[in-house]
């Protein structure tokens, strides 16, 4: 995801053009890469947020909707190190 920013998914025989962007992630963890995903097919785009943050030897990956991924984060967070 990180070496092209741009490609193609093939289902069947239709086509989904996928774009990805760095985006910010909150002050969670060791590490949080971000990215937004433009999905584009058949005149219509989806965006989704997926946001990585590793916290010692636990990784939580969040995808959705880019509002909703803010918002829940940190919650998701605390619910995985809780079940640690």
Not at 15 to 22: F, P, S
Not at 44 to 55: L, M
Not at 56 to 72: E, F, Y
């Amino acid at each position: 995801m990180t070496g092209c920013p741009e490609y193609r998914v093939l289902t069947g025989s239709d086509a989904i053009d996928v774009a990805t962007r760095k985006t910010s992630a909150p002050q969670l963890g060791d590490e949080r890469p971000s990215r937004l995903l433009t999905f584009s097919a058949g005149g219509q785009e989806s965006v989704v947020k997926q946001t990585a943050v590793r916290t010692g030897n636990l990784l939580l990956i969040v995808s959705g909707s880019p509002a909703l991924v803010d918002r829940h984060l940190d919650q998701a967070l605390a619910k995985a190190t809780a079940a640690r």
